[in-house]
């Protein structure tokens, strides 16, 4: 079984257009992060959310916004899809503590490409 | 802020080659450090982990040890194969409320020729 899953895989685009990737994990786990990785292999986080809470949010165009229905889900909605939009982005999971120490889970990703 | 710094690539070697990949980090507190790889066309997995000073991880040949002396994590294997080529990512993960967020360094990305 997939311990964290994202849907699609790819997601090709005209920009302007709204989308969502979904992601879904099935380890139990009470935080869920989006990153983004661009062309040039760099991650950055976007969001987090805990217990369905979200607790960071860097700096991201508000046309992305993350929606946590239960603790096993976070989708990422997209509005007003722009170029610079192309990455991949990746879901992850942990089991938060004190400390940090716990492993992040991370999806298979999604490549998104604006035209 | 916290940041990391990993050497930049690409890297290729030969196979059964020695590999080191350097990476140093800046923090507060005393974060947990990680090495991550991404095989082509997939997603991050967890290569080894270290989470106080001195820790040494070690998985599939490779380790690296949390020098808090000179903020490094550096990933070395003796003998590389061509199945070892990816790309690397040096993280760090700091303890500062409830923040856990991955900050990472920004990959190294090693060719393993046979």
């Known amino acids: 079984d997939t311990a964290v899953s994202q849907t699609p895989k790819y997601l090709v685009t005209q920009m302007g257009n709204d989308k969502s990737i979904k992601c879904e994990q099935n380890?139990?786990?009470?935080?869920m992060y989006w990153y983004k990785q661009d062309s040039k292999k760099f991650l950055k986080i976007m969001f987090s959310y805990n217990n369905k809470e979200l607790i960071i949010n860097e700096t991201v165009p508000n046309r992305f916004s993350p929606k946590s229905p239960d603790k096993a889900h976070l989708n990422l909605h997209i509005n007003s899809l722009e170029l610079g939009d192309s990455a991949v982005y990746f879901c992850?999971?942990?089991?938060?503590?004190?400390?940090?120490?716990?492993?992040?889970?991370f999806g298979p990703g999604t490549r998104l490409t604006v035209l | 802020g916290d940041s990391v710094t990993q050497m930049e690539g690409p890297v290729t070697l030969s196979e059964e080659a020695f590999l080191t990949i350097n990476c140093t980090y800046t923090a507060t507190g005393y974060p947990s450090l990680f090495w991550y790889v991404q095989y082509p066309g997939e997603g991050l997995q967890l290569l080894l982990k270290?989470?106080?000073?001195?820790d040494k991880g070690s998985n599939k040949g490779f380790e690296a040890t949390y020098r808090k002396e000179t903020t490094s994590f550096h990933l070395e294997k003796g003998s590389v194969q061509v199945s070892d080529s990816a790309v690397y990512f040096c993280a760090l993960r700091n303890s500062g409320g409830s923040n856990y967020k991955l900050t990472f360094g920004k990959g190294t990305l090693l060719t393993v020729n046979p």
């Open positions: 270290a989470t106080k000073a001195d």
């Open positions: 380890l139990g786990h009470d935080t």
């Open positions: 992850a999971s942990s089991q938060a503590s004190r400390g940090g120490r716990n492993e992040q889970f």
